[in-house]
């Protein structure tokens, strides 16, 4: 039996459980010895097969990949680097070809979200102009989201349990303090333009007048006297108002509340914080005492609360991008089905990368409340099987335990190539 070598590679912002994904393809491929020779990592994404800076994950041990399953961040380095249209770069396309051909690559597994998505695409569809046997496999990840057709993104149940957990938290030490103290709180996450991260942490309360009092979606204008108004109503009936903010909160005509002016290597509108933003609002007009968060990268790194749920699905899509590549199933992407809500049950299923590519998923509007600033029944029994489960990792010394890596380099075979 013909036996090839697999290539792996990272992108884009990374997530608490992207590297269980890692886990999921490494050992399904280690399984599968007889078919897939050597797995090789692209160092820092793409930008490592480009550069043929790749390294050879055959040199790790079984415990080293087994310990990925807990270990946050981006185990081979990430990168947001975003491969052109193939009709004016196709000599970066021809490189990815020509390395893969000089290490006998045959499987290219690309784990990242919509972006990636698109990339993974075009890679299939010139290796198959080029006459190269090369079958192109999109692992997905991202905390936002937004990914189409999956019903959940890989990464967005921990960050979701992540929000929650500390918009419940948060709380409680605002309702503490506000007699003589803050008065409001603003918490930031993540979000460009789908709002399911804060929703998520519409999950820490649930009945009237319990925080949060306010959360503000991209996929609703914003309308500055409104939210004023519902800030102060807070404020007069329980206290105080705890406000959970998208990043991508916009007004009507689209600016962002927080636009910075530049852009990001993905050509993204590169965001200020809207949090200090929207709380400088509230000082001016009402006056009121503040304090504001920005979760950032602690939201997306927090694998010591990361879901069971997520951490499995992640694994599951790993596993299940090699056996669809065993299968001969090219530019495809491993999907989460689910079954029921009650008791929750889900499947992994696929869906072809054409119909993946450059989609973003959004809150429908049922997910939101009727008045814009809260979520519905029906959002709640969406998100809250996302959230369930624990699996922490090891600690040793107070502290969790991950993977150590060798991250042994493969000796390059062809000329120096300049992105």
């Not at 990339?119 to 190269?132: D, F, P, R």
Request: proline fraction near 5%; charge should be negative; glycine fraction near 8%.
């Amino acid at each position: 039996m013909a036996q090839y070598n697999a290539f792996y590679a990272q992108s884009g912002g990374v997530t608490a459980v992207i590297n269980a994904s890692a886990c999921g393809v490494i050992e399904t491929c280690r399984r599968e010895s007889d078919r897939i020779g050597k797995v090789y990592a692209g160092h820092n994404g793409i930008i490592g097969a480009l550069t043929e800076d790749l390294i050879d994950v055959s040199q790790e041990s079984d415990e080293s990949i087994a310990a990925l399953r807990h270990t946050p961040g981006g185990a081979f380095g990430s990168c947001r680097y975003k491969l052109k249209d193939i009709e004016s770069h196709r000599a970066q396309y021809e490189r990815l070809i020509e390395v893969f051909k000089a290490h006998d690559i045959r499987y290219f597994f690309y784990n990242g979200g919509g972006d990636s998505a698109d990339t993974c695409l075009k890679v299939s569809q010139l290796s198959e102009k080029l006459g190269y046997p090369l079958t192109a496999i999109h692992v997905p990840k991202t905390v936002d989201n937004d990914l189409p057709i999956t019903d959940n993104s890989p990464g967005f149940g921990s960050v979701a349990k992540y929000i929650a957990t500390s918009t419940l938290e948060a709380s409680l030490d605002i309702a503490s303090m506000c007699s003589t103290s803050t008065k409001v709180f603003v918490l930031e996450v993540m979000g460009r333009h789908a709002g399911w991260i804060a929703a998520a942490g519409a999950l820490a309360g649930k009945g009237e007048g319990e925080p949060p009092h306010l959360v503000i979606f991209p996929e609703i204008d914003f309308n500055r006297a409104a939210v004023m108004a519902r800030v102060e109503e807070s404020v007069k009936n329980y206290g105080y108002c705890v406000i959970v903010v998208s990043e991508g909160s916009r007004y009507p005509d689209g600016t962002f509340l927080a636009d910075s002016g530049n852009t990001d290597a993905f050509g993204h509108r590169q965001l200020g914080g809207v949090a200090p933003t929207l709380a400088g609002m509230i000082k001016q007009d009402l006056g009121y005492k503040y304090h504001w968060a920005v979760a950032d990268y602690l939201q997306r790194a927090a694998r010591h609360l990361a879901s069971r749920v997520d951490v499995e699905q992640s694994y599951a899509v790993g596993q299940k991008a090699v056996e669809l590549a065993l299968e001969g199933k090219n530019a495809m992407m491993p999907t989460i089905k689910r079954v029921s809500d009650t008791p929750y049950e889900w499947r992994i299923d696929a869906a072809p990368l054409s119909e993946v590519a450059n989609r973003e998923k959004f809150m429908p509007r049922d997910f939101i409340s009727e008045d814009g600033f809260s979520i519905t029944e029906a959002c709640r029994q969406y998100l809250q099987p996302l959230i369930q489960g624990e699996e922490f990792p090891p600690f040793e010394n107070g502290l969790p335990q991950v993977a150590k890596l060798k991250l042994a380099k493969v000796e390059r075979k062809l000329p120096e190539f300049t992105l």
